[in-house]
């Protein structure tokens, strides 16, 4: 029917059939005219044209999937980061060229369309933004998904500067609407907190405890539907909205406390008002819990849902679906499936038990303690008293194994219990994943090594055979096709189009990589990415940056190891040898940077100004003469990242070894032809690996070093003071020189780095700068420069999040694709 003229309006692909959906739904979506219609109604429009052409799909699909039982991974993640989707979708559906062509009948810019629709950003950062990216291959590999989150009415806060600080601005996604999603008002789940358990003997004389809570709410779904690339799967995400329970139905009305029972509701409501930014102190954390709690909840009360409309009883659940916890957030899930088994379900422990562990599996996101989750039992018993009591009792079981296995190490029982003890005791989220997991793994092969010797040392001792690495991916098609359609068109020239389905396809570009005249459109490719980027951040800051310098970028929440400043230490290094030197023969360069600091985080939100302020100073030094420029892009988000990461000549990957569990930034730049400067740290060492050391700038200390280098004694003050450049570099930050006088504005920043340094800057200082005038001297030749850009591009296949993605299905999961077919199903 493709193209005929009698094609349905509703789900036909060519532009007519699109054009006629197009104007149907301003009519009967929007009830607009064309000559009032805002680029918010057309916006809306195209997204209900493109979402009619997805629901055939996702019906087809959910049919498909239920027919064969099909074993199912569920994905519980308090984040998934999604980022715009009317682009990505319309390459999932392969209706590009006949969305421009209609669009172009109609005269509309698809661009300012595009550029209307609003960040869902229910993440923080990498965590969230890897949750997205695996939905998007599981769809694409067939394989029957579902995400599991929280519809957070507030995501990520916006991020905007005032003078040089950054200002969180409260985030608004919903607020005029989200075409994707779709209510499902019926399926609702009851979610309670508080109150307290009894002991009670049922029926058959067993032993049984009810928990009799004070708080009860419900959880409504909100489903969106995630295309496959290049299949008609389309699988679900399922986020999590709460809303006023029976407490608010009844109760108050009979007591006539009307306003009592609106803030009931109002309190329940809050539950998925807002996403926590990371790093936020411990005040205010009841609610986090209550959200883990929430959704979690849902999300197997659902799974059981769906299970026993095959079975019988829960006796498989297991072998239906395949529970991942992404990092620590869901882990209250363990002690909740017990719950529900036993307590709801009437089974015995130990066969909910069993069924437990070989349902859930566990990714581990993070080596920093203080990152580690922690309730207090306090908190803990008051929201969730008899999940408390399933925790204890798991922990109890648990720790009598230990005590068999291990009679005369009390210690090693004390660090594996599921509590810490001390004057706040506290329940450890990563040893109840842990324990109620059939795997776990860490997310780069470095992370793996370090967390089977050091978070996870004592369990990796006992079960060694449960621990596994799955380095990070991430998805081609919205980090190459969508956001770089000239190297996507370069790309499918020479290899085909098979490498978006298939990207170690893209080695293909290597026979390449030397020939003059691919090399010169290969620069082209990238020059049109840097204007590009450039006009956006001349409309952003004001800041007009020359795209023939050297695009120098870092973009990444603010972190002090992840080391934006060190970056800004060599910044202030090469101004400083400018006004030394001011005929200097240096490549132009222009630093980008980007990111969020969490609200609460001081030294962060330090770090962003100390950037703005230097930034100030050198862009305004008619001294420097363009050599250099730096700016600070606001409000980094998938959608401001689309348009970044293309742009790159190098990405900056300087976290201290041993700290980033993996990152992605490194593979998304990588992919788009950057060569990264970076340590041996997460997954840069497999980047390296991958890419060819050649084409990488390694410098900094190994993990061992750092380890070595803080338990000899650190002493940072002995590096300022005997490194001139670096001594003038921090004495410049607090000189003044960019704070208008003010020697006391960055002192905590400058007071750190000499006495504390906790993350090594200055012992990498040196080795950082060599290696960074070692980049500057391979771009003065461009041949040199391009073909290791087009090696980095051809040898990034690896880092496709299909790739993960089979690795889970086979190492973890245990799960066969579904291919499902709109002309084969119907
Ligand atoms: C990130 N973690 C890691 N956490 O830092 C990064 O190395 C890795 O590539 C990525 O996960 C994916 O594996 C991360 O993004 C968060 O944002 C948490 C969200 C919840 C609060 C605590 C931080």
Not at 366 to 380: H, K, Q
């Amino acid at each position: 029917m493709h193209g005929s003229t009698d094609e349905r309006t509703r789900t036909g692909m060519s532009p007519e059939a699109l054009k006629r959906a197009f104007v149907d739904s301003m009519f009967f979506n929007q009830a607009r005219y064309w000559r009032v219609a805002t680029t918010h109604d057309l916006f809306m429009a195209a997204a209900y044209t493109v979402r009619d052409r997805m629901l055939e799909r996702w019906i087809r699909t959910a049919e498909a999937y239920r027919d064969v039982r099909a074993r199912t991974v569920c994905y519980l993640s308090a984040e998934f980061l999604l980022g715009p989707q009317l682009g990505n979708n319309l390459i999932n559906l392969g209706i590009v060229d006949s969305a421009r062509q209609g669009a172009r009948d109609l005269g509309i810019d698809l661009e300012a369309i595009f550029a209307e629709e609003p960040e869902p950003g229910l993440g923080n950062g990498g965590l969230g933004r890897l949750a997205a990216c695996y939905l998007d291959s599981l769809a694409t590999l067939s394989v029957p998904a579902i995400g599991y989150g929280i519809r957070y009415e507030h995501g990520i806060f916006d991020q905007s500067i005032d003078d040089g600080w950054q200002v969180e601005d409260c985030d608004l996604w919903l607020s005029h609407g989200n075409p994707w999603e779709i209510p499902r008002y019926h399926l609702r789940y009851p979610v309670q907190f508080g109150g307290h358990t009894e002991p009670y003997t049922d029926e058959h004389g067993r032993f049984r405890v009810r928990w009799v809570p004070r708080i009860d709410l419900y959880g409504i779904a909100y489903d969106t539907p995630i295309l496959g690339f290049g299949v008609d799967n389309t699988n679900l995400l399922r986020l999590w909205h709460a809303t006023a329970g029976r407490s608010f139905d009844l109760q108050a009305f009979h007591q006539g406390d009307y306003y009592g029972a609106v803030h009931a509701k109002v309190a329940a409501e809050n539950i998925t008002k807002v996403l926590y930014p990371n790093d936020e102190p411990e005040v205010g954390k009841e609610l986090r819990l209550k959200q883990q709690y929430f959704f979690v909840s849902c999300s197997l009360q659902d799974m059981i849902r769906l299970h026993l409309q095959d079975a019988e009883t829960l006796e498989d659940f297991h072998e239906k679906f395949s529970a991942q916890l992404n990092d620590t957030h869901p882990a209250i899930a363990v002690a909740e499936l017990m719950r529900l088994c036993v307590d709801e379900h009437g089974m015995d422990w130990e066969p909910a038990w069993d069924i437990t562990r070989q349902t859930f599996a566990y990714t581990n996101h993070t080596l920093l303690p203080e990152a580690l989750e922690t309730w207090p039992v306090d908190l803990f018993g008051r929201l969730l008293p008899r999940h408390l009591e399933i925790i204890y009792e798991i922990n109890r079981r648990f720790l009598d194994e230990l005590r068999i296995r291990f009679p005369f190490d009390p210690e090693r029982i004390e660090r594996m219990s599921l509590i810490a003890e001390g004057p706040v005791r506290r329940v450890r989220m990563a040893n109840l994943a842990t324990v109620g997991s059939f795997a776990v793994n860490g997310v780069a092969a470095m992370h793996s090594e370090l967390v089977k010797s050091t978070v996870l040392r004592d369990f990796h001792d006992l079960w060694p055979e449960r621990f596994h690495n799955v380095t990070n991916g991430v998805t081609p098609r919205r980090f190459i096709q969508l956001s770089n359609p000239d190297l996507c068109g370069l790309v499918t020239e020479v290899a085909g189009t098979g490498w978006a389905r298939d990207a170690d396809n893209l080695r293909r570009l290597e026979p390449h990589a030397r020939d003059a005249a691919f090399q010169e459109r290969w620069r082209a490719m990238k020059r049109a990415a840097k204007e590009r980027l450039g006009a956006r951040i001349q409309q952003t800051t004001g800041v007009l940056v020359d795209p023939l310098s050297m695009f120098d970028i870092q973009v990444k929440r603010f972190h002090e190891y992840k080391r934006q400043h060190l970056n800004l230490l060599h910044i202030v290094t090469l101004y400083e040898r400018i006004k030394q030197n001011p005929g200097l023969d240096m490549t132009p360069r222009t630093f980008v940077f980007g990111g969020k600091a969490a609200p609460g985080y001081f030294m962060a939100k330090l770090i962003i100004k100390a950037i703005h302020s230097v930034a100030e100073v050198i862009n305004r030094d008619p001294q420097v003469n363009g050599l250099l420029r730096v700016v600070f892009v606001p409000n980094f988000n998938v959608k401001n990242a689309e348009v970044i990461y293309p742009a790159a000549d190098l990405s900056e990957q300087i976290s201290t070894a041993g700290k980033e569990a993996s990152g992605t930034g490194n593979m998304k730049f990588s992919m788009n032809g950057a060569l990264t400067i970076g340590t041996l740290d997460g997954a840069n060492v497999e980047i390296r690996d991958a890419v060819g050391p050649e084409n990488f700038f390694l410098f900094g200390l190994t993990v061992e070093e750092v380890e070595r280098t803080l338990a000899e004694g650190y002493r940072p003050w002995e590096i300022y003071r005997e490194h001139t450049e670096l001594r003038t570099a921090i004495d410049l930050l607090h000189s003044g020189l960019f704070s208008h006088g003010d020697t006391d504005l960055f002192r905590p920043l400058t007071d750190s780095l000499i006495h504390h340094d906790p993350y090594l800057l200055l012992a990498d200082y040196q080795a950082y700068v060599e290696t960074q005038a070692q980049a500057e001297a391979r771009f003065r030749n461009p041949m040199d420069w391009t073909r290791m850009s087009i090696l980095n591009t051809a040898r990034m296949g690896h880092f496709s999040s299909d790739r993960a993605i089979r690795e889970y299905c086979e190492k973890i999961w245990r799960v066969q694709p579904v291919p499902v077919s709109l002309t084969t199903t119907r």
